[in-house]
């Protein structure tokens, strides 16, 4: 059995948990170490897990520490791991936007077997959506046991070019929050023409669910599915056409764009503020 350790217990380590146990991971094989006592206290009651206040006390006999704090507090966890890290030599797997393999060679040994993987939040449900690349240090058989961790809460794909992980984040880290932030809106202007919300919400939600299913299970483009919805000279071309004038393709085009640099930002940062050697 695999022992996993997450460092840091929030939003996405609860999501990757919570997904991981209802695939039939053993809570038993899981600790987590997080700071903040309500939050621990929350991780052990909802899923059974071992927690610690001390990431070295979680991280001690793991086989595999994920790094799930966010990228600006990653560089404080070295002091803390570097002992242990030289002793147990676990697989680091970190999901923390923008930080690149070199930097947590730097930090945390160049000799560790290093993957950085970007989920996303639907984890929860077992519908995440992770790119993962490596570094030279992996070997098959780790690069298939990190697969796995991801493949049990969704979808995996290797990332070749690992300049490419500040796209797969723009598209799929932070995607969800794009898809409901359009449900907002949808639901919004539907409110506003008198639709009541809880009306609005349910067909809204669902009609993004029946769209990513169709997405996912039909095998077809989704050119190919948008244009079965549209009718010549009927509703959704009319909506589609202000879509377009409003300059849809742009809007998203400068929204991965916005995304993609603020993961490459998030890493010059943290080099900006190490000591030149
Ligand atoms: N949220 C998302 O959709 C996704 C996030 N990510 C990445 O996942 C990482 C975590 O994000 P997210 O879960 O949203 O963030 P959260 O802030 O929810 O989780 C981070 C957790 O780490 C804890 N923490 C802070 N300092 C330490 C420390 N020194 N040692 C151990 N734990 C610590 C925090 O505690 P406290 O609150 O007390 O500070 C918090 O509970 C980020 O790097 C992010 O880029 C990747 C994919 C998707
Ligand atoms: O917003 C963020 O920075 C993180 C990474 C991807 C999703 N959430």
Known sequence: MTRLAFIGGGNMARSLIGGLLKTGAAASSIRVAEPQAQAREALGREFGVATFAENRLAAEDADI???????????????????????????????????RLDQLERWFGSHLPIVRCMPNTPALIGAGATGLCANARVSPPQKAQAQHILDAVGLTRWIGDEALMDTVTALSGSGPAYFFALVEALEDAAVAQGLPRETARALAAQTCLGAG??????????GELRRRVTSPNGTTQAALESFAADGLARIAANAIGAATRRGAELAAELDAKEPRP
């Open 213 to 222: 299913r169709m997405l996912a299970e039909s095998g077809e483009a989704p």
């Open 65 to 99: 520490l994920l790094l799930a704090v966010k990228p600006q507090v990653m560089p404080a966890l070295k002091a803390e791991l570097r002992d242990l890290l030289q002793r147990q030599r676990p697989m680091l797997v970190s999901i923390a936007a923008g930080v």
